[in-house]
């Protein structure tokens, strides 16, 4: 690393000579950038988390092609009066529909779901039903006839044999089956006291703009709206998935917003506070003849640190985002908070370079020579850090979770540029500060002699530090199977109190089949032989997930043969219905089957209803070769999500076509399965890629050990934080883990390549400097994440509090337990010094012109 830091080297001297120059060129390329950067939107899409070439991804996607996936604005009308309600819905899908945006002229809605034509599908019941409920309904009337029939005979004696239950059975599946294919004609409750509207957007659910004009304009059109005239007690309210949709996007950039003002906020203000104390304190210490400003002048000056060192950041954020946008296009809900990470990342660099840049002065050196012996001793450091930090994040990118490899990318190049920033951009700045004597310091050398003279401090109670940290290490170690991991997603969401309220308000106005999973075949073969494996494997497996399994090809005959098949089997129906046995019986049941079993023509399907069609027919008007699977479980538990897309994932039929089950529930459980399996391996590339660039840094296996080992300790002590408040692993929070890694061996690295450069028994002195660098840089960047702490999202909350957790414990094992070890290490002479962080500041150079 010296070799490259010797190479660009130039660039340094090149701040100093043309500061106004690399400034000029600095912004004019953040102003470009920063235009790119603000076309970024956030994708709560989860399915995006997944790799294109992901099988049930291309399946999800060949579904909404074929299928659509349009999403439905949802309004419910609530009071005693059933026909009020159903007066009101008409006249409200009249205003509705008749609603007007003012900015584009066109119509809000396109059509709307309200009332279902089922006459027709309750004459063609039987001729909708599957050939194995038609063989259940012949049984069952075969066993009523018999029944009657023995119960007219007088010398009939019933001996308790008979299988009533076993006909029950066969007439509550066509009961069920009936049920779900004939809905109610209105969408109501069960009381029927409220009714339930979808209206169909005309704009897209990604167009945010159109979704708030949308739902300002409805609501102020149910403002006007004189509901009492229908009924003193009705009710109305709107929304639904679609209201969700755009609460959780706001909601996320509410949380942006908020966590940037709070943890940018307080970075700054620590800065400036740290900053004005060391400069003062250095000020007074320093020649008495020099100093010639009172204690306001530097409270005035207070800011500049933050300029000093704040300028540069923002403009590398800015290259950050957009190169962001123009590689990624957008961000996901695991990066939309990176602006604010990245900036509590980002300003270490900068607040080492300039705490040391401010000791140099204040050792005597002019402008130039401290910027050069700056960049030549803290610079390696700071390049060490920032390398090994941007690595471990690049470890990321290869990983085919989006949310990891994503998360990577981002934040990696937001790492090398707040590098590069602060390295080739600050030193302009510092300097164009020095010339208009903006910056106070004054010289200490007297001050830096009398420290030289002290005699060297031993660290205080090495020992014991040292071996309790180990066994502290041992009894977390023996502990760990007990973390636990968060499989529930509703916990990680944000609760919409809005949303909720709407659901309670409406309550169950819908089918208890719900989240169905889709397997879109090619032929109508193909359909059969899936339908048939997913039964086969419901009922093989007794901790089955699959509640049911239908598709519209064993329902509505595709062929003429298909046809009089059905035919041929109603007449069946309609012969035994004629039965002298049963043909007189009153039943509702019965009523039901001799309405449908009149049919002896096929039915075309151009004659199905819309609502029929919407469910089972493409965007191409024809039968959709598609199964739907409904699951048994709740699918908002990941274990559920995982066990029913295992159970469902593929189907391989005869002609060796495979096809894959597609949903959000599936992509979740995908995404969920695929995180935890590339967890442990990109957490181990990161530690290995870690260690190799320390190696390469300190060329010394032993002090890289060293240098390491607070982060090991203090990722230790993190697992053992989480024991203890029995804090859980989850699928937003698992990303920063290697994120910490990189991070947490910043301070292992800057305290052990200053140790080298001072030397024995200096370990006190650098905790003093150094010491007090790594942990205003640590706490910054703390600061960062807490701003995570303050969301509404609990899956971005998790992010920050392991984040502050795990570098809140790195930085204690780098002050703790690395100066304890080194202290223990010197004691028994176990300590090797070198040359590679030695440097010569005796000889200055002379500033270029």
């Not at 309004?75 to 009066?81: G, T």
Request: net charge negative; no cysteine.
């Amino acid at each position: 690393m010296r070799s490259i830091l010797n190479l660009l080297r130039p660039l340094v001297r090149y701040n100093f000579r043309y500061p106004v120059t690399i400034l000029t060129v600095a912004v004019i390329l953040a102003v470009i950038s920063g235009y790119f950067a603000t076309q970024l939107r956030v994708d709560t899409d989860i399915a995006n988390l997944l790799p294109d070439d992901n099988p049930h991804v291309i399946a999800l996607d060949r579904l909404r092609d074929t299928v659509g996936g349009e999403t439905e604005m949802d309004v419910a009308i609530k009071s005693p009066d059933f026909y009020a309600n159903k007066a009101m819905a008409e006249h409200l899908i009249e205003l509705s529909l008749s609603l007007i945006d003012e900015r584009t002229g066109a119509p809000f809605f396109s059509r709307v779901e309200y009332r279902k034509e089922t006459d027709l599908l309750r004459d063609y019941a039987l001729y909708l039903a599957t050939p194995s409920e038609l063989e259940d309904l012949i049984f069952f009337l075969e066993d009523q006839i018999e029944s009657s029939r023995l119960e007219a005979n007088p010398f009939f004696v019933d001996f308790g044999f008979d299988d009533e239950d076993e006909d029950r059975v066969d007439l509550d599946r066509f009961r069920q089956a009936y049920d779900e294919l004939i809905p109610p004609e209105y969408p109501v409750n069960a009381d029927s006291t409220v009714m339930l509207l979808k209206f169909y957007p005309t704009g897209s659910r990604s167009d945010l703009s159109f979704l708030r004009r949308m739902f300002a304009a409805y609501d102020v059109m149910l403002s006007e709206l004189d509901k009492q005239a229908f009924h003193p007690e009705m009710e109305i309210r709107f929304g639904g998935r679609l209201q969700r949709h755009l609460a959780e996007i706001e909601s996320i950039t509410q949380d942006v917003t908020n966590s940037f003002a709070t943890g940018i906020s307080s970075v700054l203000l620590l800065v400036m506070m740290y900053f004005f104390i060391k400069k003062y304190v250095n000020y007074r210490k320093g020649e008495a003849n020099r100093q010639r400003y009172v204690l306001l002048r530097h409270i005035i000056r207070m800011p500049v640190s933050v300029i000093v060192i704040g300028f540069p950041l923002v403009l590398s954020l800015t290259y950050t985002f957009a190169l962001t946008y123009l590689v990624l296009g957008s961000l996901n809900t695991m990066t939309s908070v990176l602006f604010v990470i990245l900036f509590g990342l980002g300003i270490d660099y900068g607040l080492h370079f300039y705490a040391r840049y401010l000791e140099k002065r204040s050792s005597g050196q002019d402008v130039y020579n401290a910027l050069i012996n700056t960049y030549d001793t803290t610079g390696s450091a700071i390049m060490a850090s920032a390398l090994t930090t941007a690595a471990a994040l690049f470890v990321l990118v290869f990983a085919d979770f989006r949310g990891f490899s994503e998360f990577g990318f981002i934040s990696g190049w937001g790492i090398i540029f707040a590098f590069l920033a602060m390295m080739f951009i600050m030193p302009a700045v510092i300097t164009i500060m020095e010339r208009f004597r903006i910056i106070l310091v004054n010289r200490n050398i007297e001050d830096n002699t009398r420290a030289l003279k002290q005699p060297p401090r031993r660290y205080p109670y090495s020992r014991t530090i040292f071996i309790g940290g180990l066994v502290i290490v041992g009894v977390i170690l023996l502990n760990q199977h007990h973390l636990k991991f968060e499989y529930e997603f509703g916990v990680l969401e944000p609760e919409f109190t809005e949303y909720v309220e709407f659901r309670q308000f409406v309550g169950t106005t819908s089918s208890t089949r719900r989240n169905p999973a889709y397997i879109l075949a090619d032929t109508d073969e193909q359909v059969r032989e899936i339908l048939s494996e997913i039964r086969e494997r419901q009922q093989q497996n007794p901790n089955t997930t699959i509640l049911d399994v239908e598709a519209l090809q064993e329902r509505f005959p595709t062929t003429a043969a298909e046809e009089q098949f059905k035919l041929n089997q109603i007449a069946i129906i309609r012969e035994l219905l004629d039965d002298p046995f049963i043909r007189e019986e009153q039943d509702e049941d019965l009523d039901r089957i001799r309405r449908a079993s009149k049919v002896t023509e096929p039915l075309v399907i151009d004659e199905l209803p819309a609502f029929m069609k919407e469910r089972f027919i493409t965007r191409d008007g024809e039968v959709g070769r598609f199964v739907m699977i409904y699951p048994s479980v709740g699918l908002s538990d990941g274990r559920n999500s995982i066990a029913f897309k295992n159970e469902i994932a593929s189907v391989t039929t005869s002609d060796g076509s495979t096809f894959y089950a597609a949903s959000t529930s599936i992509a979740a459980a995908e995404m969920l399965e695929l995180m935890q399996t590339e967890s442990p391996y990109m957490i181990a590339a990161t530690f290995i890629m870690i260690f190799i660039l320390v190696n390469i840094t300190f060329r010394s296996l032993r002090w890289s050990i060293i240098a390491m080992i607070p982060l090991l300790v203090g990722l230790a002590w993190t697992f053992g934080i989480m024991l203890i408040f029995d804090i859980k692993l989850n699928f937003y929070n698992l990303v920063v883990l290697p994120a910490i890694l990189g991070i947490g061996n910043d301070n292992g690295v800057h305290l052990a390549a200053r140790y080298l450069e001072e030397g024995r028994d200096s370990m006190w002195n650098v905790l003093k400097s150094t010491g007090q660098h790594i942990s205003v840089g640590s706490i910054t960047t703390m600061m960062g994440f807490a701003g995570l702490l303050f969301t509404t999202h609990p899956g971005l909350f998790s992010i920050g509090l392991l984040a502050l957790i795990g570098i809140g414990m790195t930085l204690l094992s780098a002050i703790t337990f690395l100066p304890a070890l080194i202290q223990f290490l010197e004691d028994r002479d176990w300590i090797k010094f070198y040359d590679e962080f030695k440097r010569d500041e005796s000889v200055l150079e002379e500033p270029p012109v």
